[in-house]
Antibody, heavy 119, light 111 residues
Framework: QVQLVQSGAEVKKPGSSVKVSCKASGGTFSNYAFSWVRQAPGQGLEWMGVIIPIIPTPNYAQKFQGRVTITADESRATVYMELSGLRSDDTAVYYC????????????WGQGSLVTVSS | QSALTQPASVSGSPGQSITISCTGTSSGVGSYNLVSWYQQYPGKAPKLIIY???KRPSGVSNRFSGSNSGNTASLTISGLQAEDEGDYYCCSYAGSNINWMFGGGTKLTVL
């Protein structure tokens, strides 16, 4: 049973960056695919990117290419998502998620981290 | 990977069945055997309810079922209950590129 525990809420200024963490426990960290999914207020789920620590090259959704960086620290069993050039429409809850039951299904979810972008 | 289209909302009365569709909008949408479905309540993280198109995780009610036909995956909820009210998302996985795409979501209202 994998548990994903995320960092707390953040308030950021437009143009700045935010780094959200996701600490995993209960599984073999290196072999898991950790995705980041965000949800703007009242909107749907949006997949941002994924990293598999044993294959350290992440894969990003085209929309976020150049603005998002996903990294993994195996020593801390923690995955990070950094989003730069923040805009007001980046205000959202950011979730980390990982497969369960099959490699194609996101069965483990963190509790979510609210990022508010406001001047 | 194509976009996935879901109806914005569906509704049904307790005891009825409803179906939520998830349609790929271009050719080559990939294998619908790799479609998963998620249930989300307000303020909560999504919960996996169907994976690989038709399979149910342990602990998920057998009132939830998934199916595929052509370019469309579907989620059926039978014997609607008040607790089923929430948002439902389909999601496709492209294994060759290791990425996921969500549908726009469907709000289910139990009348």
């Amino acid at each position: 049973q994998v548990q994903l525990v995320q960092s707390g809420a953040e308030v950021k200024k437009p143009g700045s960056s935010v780094k959200v963490s996701c600490k995993a426990s209960g599984g073999t960290f290196s072999n898991y695919a950790f995705s980041w999914v965000r949800q703007a207020p009242g909107q749907g789920l949006e997949w941002m990117g994924v990293i598999i620590p044993i294959i350290p090259t992440p894969n990003y959704a085209q929309k976020f290419q150049g603005r998002v960086t996903i990294t993994a620290d195996e020593s801390r069993a923690t995955v990070y998502m950094e989003l730069s050039g923040l805009r007001s429409d980046d205000t959202a809850v950011y979730y980390c998620a990982s497969p369960r039951y099959s490699s194609s299904s996101l069965g483990y979810w963190g509790q979510g981290s609210l990022v508010t972008v406001s001047s | 990977q194509s976009a996935l289209t879901q109806p914005a909302s569906v509704s049904g009365s307790p005891g009825q069945s409803i179906t939520i569709s998830c349609t790929g909008t271009s050719s080559g949408v990939g294998s619908y055997n790799l479609v998963s479905w998620y249930q989300q309540y307000p303020g909560k993280a999504p919960k996996l309810i169907i994976y690989e198109g038709t399979k149910r995780p342990s602990g998920v009610s057998n009132r939830f079922s998934g199916s595929n036909s052509g370019n469309t995956a579907s989620l059926t909820i039978s014997g609607l209950q008040a607790e089923d009210e929430g948002d439902y998302y389909c999601c496709s996985y492209a294994g060759s590129n290791i990425n996921w795409m969500f549908g726009g979501g469907t709000k289910l209202t139990v009348l």
